[in-house]
Every structure is written in structure tokens, then in C-alpha cells.
């Protein structure tokens, strides 16, 4: 993907300079394209870690989904109700009935940050993965269960660097079948979006 391709989607390098909210980049793009193809009108979807609520907008204007985002961060909420996103604050599935959505969406912090790199602050809580990229990832699979209808299906975003085959290991230790749905190359890594669904 070139900058022509999404003028004004960010790339992840420019998150950092970001205070609070993360905002859009080319993962979020690619996760909602796949997302916005899947996701038939009217089904409810939740955007786990919402953040400006561009995936939940693209899902509801462009899917026709009743789209709810959650975030822990108070300031994403704001952001989100700001786009128009219904949203709660709330971490991840905490707030949410059994059985509650047909789709749930996730673009996780992915990517592995080494201790000292950390910064103890929102953006670190949007864009650090722990040291092996699934400090969200793997919590968000313990989860996501609970919260899918019969027939729902889970949307997750990752990169090589996360250990795609460990993520779905996990997955499936968890009662979670999976495939790859989606995918972008970029100069160390390739994104993917992963589908689960429960066995």
C-alpha cells in the first residue's frame, strides 16, 4: 500500500507523536475492509478497543451494522461518541451479556515493545504488545467466546512479529477455529486479519 492508496490514513510510525487516542492507520484500514465485507446489515458487532471509532463508523455506515465500540481510555470514548459511535467505557468484554454480538472486531496492540520501551501512558496501552506482541491479543481470546452469538465470528488484527501460529494455537486451546482473511505486506512484517469462530 503507497500513500496514494489512503491519503489520509497515517502510518504507524506516526502514531507516537499521538498523545492520547490512537488514530486510523493502514492496520485499521485493512481490518475494516475485511470486516466492512463480512458483516451482513443490521447484525451487532462490538469494536473491542475502539479508539476514534473508525472501525465501528466504517461498520455502521458502510454495513449497516448496529455498531457499538468499548475502550478503556476515557478520552477515546469521547472521540468515539464524537464520530457518532455508541460506546462504553469499559475493559473489553467486561460490560457485555453473553451471546451479545455476531461480530466482534479487535486491532489489538500487536506489536512486541521491550520493557524499556515502554511509556506508561495511553499511546503505550494502544500501540505496545508486551514483549511478545500478545499482551491484548491473548486476553482478547480468552474472552471472545462468551461474548459471540451462535454463528458469530471474531475479527482479529496482528502481525508476523505477533506469532501468527502461536495466536491461533491459543485460539484453539480456547475452543476457537481460525483462518487468515486478510493480508498486507510491509517492510518487516505483514499484517493479517484473522477470523475465529467457535468450534
Same mark, same amino acid.
Request: proline share 8%; net charge negative.
Given at each position: 500500500?503507497?500513500?496514494?492508496?489512503?491519503?489520509?490514513?497515517?502510518?504507524?510510525?506516526?502514531?507516537?507523536?499521538?498523545?492520547?487516542?490512537?488514530?486510523? !492507520?493502514?492496520?485499521?484500514?485493512?481490518? /475494516? *475492509? $475485511?470486516?466492512?465485507?463480512? +458483516? #451482513?446489515?443490521?447484525?451487532? %458487532?462490538?469494536?473491542?478497543?475502539?479508539?476514534?471509532?473508525?472501525? !465501528?463508523?466504517?461498520?455502521?455506515?458502510? /454495513? *449497516? $451494522?448496529?455498531?457499538?465500540? +468499548? #475502550?478503556?481510555?476515557?478520552? %477515546?470514548?469521547?472521540?468515539?461518541?464524537?464520530?457518532?459511535?455508541?460506546?462504553?467505557?469499559?475493559?473489553?468484554?467486561?460490560?457485555?451479556?453473553?451471546?451479545?454480538? #455476531?461480530?466482534?472486531?479487535?486491532?489489538?496492540?500487536?506489536?512486541?515493545?521491550?520493557?524499556?520501551?515502554?511509556?506508561?501512558?495511553?499511546?503505550?496501552?494502544?500501540?505496545?504488545?508486551?514483549?511478545?506482541?500478545?499482551?491484548?491479543?491473548?486476553?482478547?481470546?480468552?474472552?471472545?467466546?462468551?461474548?459471540?452469538?451462535?454463528?458469530?465470528?471474531?475479527?482479529?488484527?496482528?502481525?508476523?512479529?505477533?506469532?501468527?501460529?502461536?495466536?491461533?494455537?491459543?485460539?484453539?486451546?480456547?475452543?476457537?477455529?481460525?483462518?487468515?482473511?486478510?493480508?498486507?505486506?510491509?517492510?518487516?512484517?505483514?499484517?493479517?486479519?484473522?477470523?475465529?469462530?467457535?468450534?
Amino acid at each position: 500500500m503507497t500513500d496514494d492508496d489512503s491519503p489520509d490514513i497515517p502510518q504507524l510510525a506516526e502514531q507516537r507523536d499521538i498523545e492520547t487516542v490512537y488514530q486510523p !492507520a493502514e492496520d485499521s484500514k485493512l481490518l /475494516a *475492509d $475485511a470486516v466492512v465485507e463480512a +458483516v #451482513d446489515p443490521d447484525q451487532r %458487532a462490538l469494536d473491542v478497543g475502539t479508539g476514534s471509532g473508525y472501525i !465501528a463508523t466504517r461498520l455502521r455506515n458502510e /454495513a *449497516d $451494522a448496529d455498531a457499538v465500540g +468499548v #475502550d478503556l481510555n476515557p478520552e %477515546a470514548c469521547e472521540q468515539a461518541f464524537e464520530a457518532d459511535v455508541p460506546v462504553v467505557r469499559g475493559n473489553m468484554f467486561s460490560p457485555f451479556c453473553d451471546d451479545a454480538f #455476531d461480530v466482534v472486531v479487535c486491532n489489538p496492540p500487536y506489536l512486541p515493545t521491550p520493557p524499556e520501551q515502554e511509556w506508561d501512558d495511553w499511546m503505550e496501552r494502544a500501540l505496545s504488545g508486551g514483549e511478545d506482541g500478545r499482551a491484548m491479543v491473548n486476553p482478547f481470546l480468552d474472552g471472545v467466546g462468551r461474548v459471540l452469538a451462535e454463528g458469530g465470528a471474531a475479527y482479529l488484527l496482528i502481525s508476523t512479529l505477533t506469532g501468527p501460529e502461536e495466536v491461533r494455537a491459543y485460539g484453539r486451546e480456547r475452543g476457537l477455529d481460525s483462518e487468515i482473511v486478510s493480508e498486507e505486506s510491509h517492510p518487516f512484517e505483514k499484517l493479517l486479519v484473522v477470523r475465529f469462530v467457535r468450534d
